[in-house]
């Protein structure tokens, strides 16, 4: 029953059965002093709910009675005499939501007194109508592979009552789901808007070859769906589940080079959903994407395309809405350009020059004319034909040389040449594909027979010591051979190379063509170690081959050798870095790891640690082994990095270093405990269900999340004086359970557990305190009060908790207020925002 203003809620007053003025009835309504002078009133009633009496109008002289008149309908009315304004029946908000009355008090003859007053009833609704749908069944269609939450159809419920209540608010839900394949469901419904939309699932499984018809039951309830007691109404919706439209084309081959008329339509894509935009986008980063699509859905090449550039492209074509989200997931486009026989023979030379030995007999290969074509290779576009055109001179005769004509390998025709007729002869050969033919110029040179041997200067240059640490490319030997055959030609060029002695190309000779001088260098490092010396023999021949009779001997041979000295290398280890992971919790002397080096002089090799700042390890010396020393701990630290070193037995200046890593992994070791961040307090005196939160923690690794519980310990009456309620996975409320707190510190015995394999349980004892407030969440708390709790100490604790907090949170705008007792015992309030103070403690 509420009486404010004029505003007189009257929802509470037991209805009358039938409405009879009894003084006996009256009479309570006159205790509530629902009765006064006749005004303007404003009456605020629930529909239904039967007849019942609203107010009492009293009669001033020289009235009698009141006169009433405008919406009564039938059941509003004032008794005349007794001004009582009553409700006989029941108001219907859906029916008509205000009802005006216009009063006036009359005196005997009539004749208004006073008024008229505006009697205004205004009637409130009650959740009276259950919500329906405008549809006994609904049917919608569904494209296969639609968006997820993209709705394709709707239910739609109404409710009579009142829009503006939570008796009209109605909220959607699936109720079943027919038939369910899958844990989740495969449709959603917004329970607001009543759309109806795939899930994720749905978007992906959903398939008219597989189930082509779901039914859903989906209900509708009002009071927003929050309470049991809401009205519901459901409905079946029959989806039909279609093929998608949207679908890639398969690959699209375009023939380059094309003379149509461009842009070519080269295929057609067509969104489930109408009205789309579509769009196109590259796949790869190109200059330009020389494809289109219209707003149709119409796919096109917009240029002649050049395999030999590019030859195939993948692109996106994508369907939008009109703000530019994706409709569909974009479809890949794969586009194959094919070859025509665009492209002509290419010799790779400008000019291929040849020489050919004066008696070299018909038959000899004397070189290749090399040319390509872009075209695509292993088709006949791309496929080559050689012939010679023409030969410059011709002397002694025409066709001195043959040329075959799929390989372009050059020969000499029937007979040898001679320098005497001609000691140069110009070809033009002729290479074709199908369409295209070029000319590649090629120049053959008629050289002295190769009848002279290279001989070597010397056939033993002796030896030389080098250190194994010679750097790769230091030339070791200059050496000599001279052949007395034509200069400049390949009959008189020597190719130096190693015979005997060098199988893994330690060495390279390398050769200066103008003087025949070779260079021997160190190809790849030496290593005392696996290949002390060499015994290297190099030959020296011509690239032209000999003339019949003349063979290379041993004159061509010298023979060279090389020592390789040791140089005194530190240890090497196996790898740089030697990681392992541990459980923190194993004992002293566990063998962690063993670290191996060796030294390459094959001395023997100690072991030492260095670095380790937590004397966490130790190293056995001669084996690597390495044990713990002490317990580890993961919460100190969870990557112990530190360093070992391997030093020559013999020579300690000879040392190595390698990383040694440890992981520690995660063993629950730690106990939960209270985060005591923030004092925990109650304002006194306690109400009882008052609640705060409370935070556990815990150092130990938490499994992707922690997750403690709480609960309280049975002893010191906690349980009788105390609750505690889950509020997430790390806090928890904590309320007093009565009334009955003193001002004093309270010990909590809190048990907590975590999540840890397997759980560790901590018990602790929170202190609350129950203090006095000064406003909402701010304690009032005297110190140093005689025979009183907390004591001294307590409270000075209490208040170093509560000045760390005020540090924290003066920004935050709360206000803690404190009093200090004066020496002599009198109490003297003094506020803690004290300016001083203030300072002092931010
Ligand atoms: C109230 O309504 C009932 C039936 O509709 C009628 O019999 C009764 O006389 C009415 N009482 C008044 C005070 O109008
Ligand atoms: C309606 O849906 C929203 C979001 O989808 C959700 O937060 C809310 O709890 C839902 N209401 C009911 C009554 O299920
Ligand atoms: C297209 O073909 C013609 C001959 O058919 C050729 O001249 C032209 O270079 C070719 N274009 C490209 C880009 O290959
Ligand atoms: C050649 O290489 C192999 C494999 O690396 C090695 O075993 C051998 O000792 C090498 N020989 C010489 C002469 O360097
Ligand atoms: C190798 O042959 C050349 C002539 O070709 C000759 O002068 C030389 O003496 C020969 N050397 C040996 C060792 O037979």
């Known amino acids: 029953f509420v009486w404010g203003g004029s505003r007189h809620l009257l929802c509470c007053l037991p209805p009358t059965p039938s409405l009879s003025f009894s003084q006996a009835t009256?009479?309570?309504?006159?205790?509530?002093?629902?009765?006064?002078?006749?005004?303007?009133?404003?009456f605020f009633v629930q529909e239904g709910g039967g007849p019942r009496i609203l107010h009492q109008f009293t009669l001033e002289p020289p009235a009698v009675s009141f006169r009433t008149s405008g919406e009564k309908d039938g059941i509003i009315d004032i008794e005349a005499k007794s001004g009582i304004l009553?409700?006989?029946?029941?108001?219907?908000?859906?029916?008509?939501?205000?009802?005006?009355?216009?009063?006036?008090?009359?005196?005997?003859?009539?004749?208004?007194?006073?008024?008229?007053?505006?009697?205004?009833?205004?009637?409130?609704?009650?959740?009276?109508?259950p919500p329906e749908f405008n549809q006994t069944k609904y049917s919608g269609v569904v494209r296969q592979n639609s968006r997820p939450g993209k709705p394709f159809m709707y239910v739609y419920a109404t409710d009579r009552d009142d829009p503006s209540t939570l008796h009209a608010q109605l909220s959607y839900s699936i109720l079943h789901h027919f038939p369910k394949y899958f844990e989740e469901m495969l449709f959603q419904i917004d329970n607001v808007t009543g759309a109806i939309s795939p899930t994720k699932t749905g978007s992906y499984y959903l398939d008219p070859l597989k189930q082509d018809t779901f039914t859903l039951v989906v209900s509708v309830k009002d009071m927003g769906g929050t309470t049991t007691n809401a009205f519901a109404n459901s409905v079946d919706v029959v989806i039909t589940v279609m093929e998608s439209l949207w679908k890639a084309p398969s690959t699209i081959y375009i023939k380059e080079n094309s003379t149509e008329v461009h842009p070519v339509n080269i295929t057609k894509v067509q969104s489930n959903e109408p009205g789309v935009i579509y769009d196109i986008f590259e796949k790869e980063k190109l200059p330009r994407l020389p494809f289109s699509i219209s707003k149709d859905g119409d796919v096109y090449v917009t240029q002649p395309l050049d395999r030999e550039e590019k030859d195939t492209y993948t692109f996106f074509v994508v369907s939008k809405d009109s703000t530019g989200e994706l409709v569909e997931k974009p479809l890949q486009i794969q586009v194959i350009v094919e070859d025509i026989n665009d492209n002509p023979p290419v010799c790779q030379q400008d000019l291929t020059v040849l020489e050919v030995q004066e008696n070299e007999q018909g038959g000899s290969n004397i070189g290749t004319v090399l040319a390509t074509d872009m075209d695509q290779e292993n088709t006949p576009n791309s496929r080559l034909r050689y012939h010679i055109q023409s030969q410059e001179p011709e002397n002694p005769s025409k066709n001195l040389f043959y040329i075959q004509q799929d390989t372009g390998t050059l020969q000499l025709a029937g007979r040898s040449l001679s320098k005497r007729e001609s000691a140069k002869y110009n070809l033009k050969v002729l290479v074709t594909d199908q369409q295209f033919q070029t000319?590649?110029?090629?120049?053959?040179?008629?050289?002295?027979?190769?009848?002279?041997?290279?001989?070597?200067?010397?056939?033993?240059?002796?030896?030389?010591?080098?250190?194994e640490n010679t750097p790769i490319?230091?030339?070791?030997?200059?050496?000599?051979?001279?052949?007395?055959?034509?200069?400049?030609?390949?009959?008189?060029?020597?190719?130096?190379?190693?015979?005997?002695?060098?199988?893994?190309?330690?060495?390279?000779?390398?050769?200066?063509?103008?003087?025949?001088?070779?260079?021997?260098?160190?190809?790849?490092?030496?290593?005392?170690?696996?290949?002390?010396?060499?015994?290297?023999?190099?030959?020296?021949?011509?690239?032209e081959p000999l003339v019949s009779g003349v063979e290379?001997?041993?004159?061509?041979?010298?023979?060279?050798?090389?020592?390789?000295?040791?140089?005194?290398?530190?240890?090497?280890?196996?790898?740089?870095?030697?990681?392992?992971?541990?459980?923190?919790?194993?004992?002293?002397?566990?063998?962690?790891?063993?670290?191996?080096?060796?030294?390459?002089?094959?001395?023997?090799?100690?072991y030492s640690l260095e670095g380790d700042a937590r004397k966490w390890l130790k190293i056995d010396s001669a084996t690597g082994q390495v044990y713990t020393a002490s317990l580890l701990d993961r919460e100190t630290e969870e990557v112990y990095s530190i360093e070992v070193v391997a030093t020559e037995q013999k020579?300690?200046?000879?040392?190595?270093?390698?990383?040694?890593?440890?992981?520690?992994?995660?063993?629950?070791?730690?106990?939960?405990?209270?985060?005591?961040?923030?004092?925990?307090?109650?304002?006194?005196?306690?109400?009882?269900?008052?609640?705060?939160?409370?935070?556990?923690?815990?150092?130990?690794?938490?499994?992707?999340?922690?997750?403690?519980?709480?609960s309280l310990a049975n002893e010191m009456n906690a349980r009788n004086n105390w609750e505690i309620s889950k509020y997430n996975a790390t806090h928890a409320y904590l309320s007093p359970k009565h009334a009955n707190f003193e001002e004093k510190v309270y010990d909590v015995p809190i048990i907590l557990n975590d999540n840890g394999k397997p759980p560790l349980e901590n018990k602790v004892n929170l202190k609350v305190s129950i203090c006095k407030c000064?406003?909402?969440?701010?304690?009032?708390?005297?110190?140093?009060?005689?025979?009183?709790?907390?004591?001294?100490?307590?409270?000075?604790?209490?208040?170093?908790?509560?000045?760390?907090?005020?540090?924290?949170?003066?920004?935050?705008?709360?206000f803690w207020h404190m009093k200090q007792k004066e020496k002599k015992g009198k109490s003297q309030p003094k506020d803690a925002k004290d300016n001083a103070e203030l300072n002092r403690l931010t």
């Open 552 to 606: 290379y001997n041993s004159s061509s041979l010298a023979a060279f050798n090389v020592l390789v000295t040791n140089v005194d290398e530190p240890p090497v280890f196996q790898k740089p870095v030697f990681k392992t992971e541990v459980s923190e919790d194993i004992p002293v002397n566990t063998l962690v790891m063993t670290v191996e080096a060796y030294d390459p002089e094959g001395d023997s090799v100690r």
């Open 774 to 814: 000064s406003s909402e969440n701010s304690c009032f708390i005297e110190i140093d009060r005689q025979h009183s709790r907390p004591s001294v100490g307590l409270a000075i604790g209490i208040l170093l908790a509560v000045l760390i907090v005020i540090g924290k949170r003066i920004l935050a705008g709360v």
């Open 86 to 129: 009553y409700i006989n029946g029941s108001l219907d908000w859906e029916t008509k939501q205000v009802h005006k009355l216009q009063v006036e008090s009359v005196n005997g003859s009539g004749s208004t007194v006073d008024g008229p007053y505006t009697v205004t009833i205004h009637v409130e609704d009650i959740n009276d109508n």
């Open 26 to 42: 009256w009479l309570n309504l006159e205790g509530l002093s629902v009765s006064g002078p006749l005004k303007d009133m404003d």
């Open 439 to 467: 000319i590649c110029d090629v120049e053959i040179h008629v050289i002295d027979i190769n009848d002279q041997i290279p001989i070597f200067e010397k056939s033993d240059y002796g030896s030389v010591t080098l250190a």
């Open 651 to 710: 020579n300690a200046a000879q040392k190595s270093k390698a990383f040694l890593v440890l992981h520690l992994s995660d063993v629950n070791d730690n106990h939960p405990q209270i985060a005591t961040d923030n004092p925990t307090f109650f304002c006194y005196p306690v109400s009882g269900g008052e609640r705060t939160l409370i935070q556990a923690i815990d150092a130990d690794e938490q499994f992707f999340y922690s997750r403690f519980t709480f």
């Open 473 to 543: 490319g230091t030339v070791i030997l200059e050496i000599q051979a001279t052949d007395r055959d034509e200069p400049a030609t390949g009959s008189s060029l020597i190719i130096y190379q190693m015979k005997e002695g060098d199988p893994n190309n330690t060495f390279i000779i390398e050769t200066d063509a103008e003087t025949n001088r070779g260079f021997v260098k160190i190809n790849k490092a030496l290593d005392f170690e696996t290949m002390p010396e060499y015994n290297l023999v190099i030959n020296a021949t011509n690239p």
